[in-house]
């Protein structure tokens, strides 16, 4: 069975930083271009950032560019999100997705794009 697991999460003080990883099993990453979204009480869904299958490419919204890096390790079939400088805006729950992507370059925070979602992990940032 094909799954994505999110971990890492939890509760931090506004300016502490947390690392999220995501964790797939039942198949290879390596064809797979991933990406982060969150979603915040009474808020749309929102794209955080992705990167592609090989990790020579990422994008990050414009909320937390600076702040957050998105990383990868293909012989751990791992994807990291590690998040700096947090603020309470960022209180989210932050989901891993991931689709095939044929192209080494392909980056996307659609979340029509994505076939294969974690469950999601809670972030809170409260003083």
């Known amino acids: 069975q094909l799954q994505l697991v999110e971990s890492g999460g939890g509760l931090v003080q506004p300016g502490g930083s947390l690392r999220l990883s995501c964790a797939a099993s039942g198949f290879t990453l390596n064809y797979y271009a991933t990406a982060w979204f969150r979603q915040a009480p009474g808020k749309e869904r929102e794209g955080v950032s992705c990167i592609s299958r090989s990790g020579g490419s990422t994008n990050y919204a414009d909320s937390v560019k600076g702040r957050f890096t998105v990383s990868r390790d293909n012989t751990k079939n791992t994807v990291y999100l590690q998040m700096n400088s947090l603020k309470p805006e960022d209180t989210a729950i932050y989901y891993c997705?991931?689709?095939?992507?044929?192209?080494?370059?392909?980056?996307?925070?659609?979340?029509?794009?994505?076939?294969?979602w974690g469950q999601g992990i809670q972030v809170t940032v409260s003083a």
């Open positions: 997705a991931a689709t095939v992507a044929l192209g080494s370059t392909w980056c996307s925070m659609d979340a029509q794009a994505f076939d294969l």
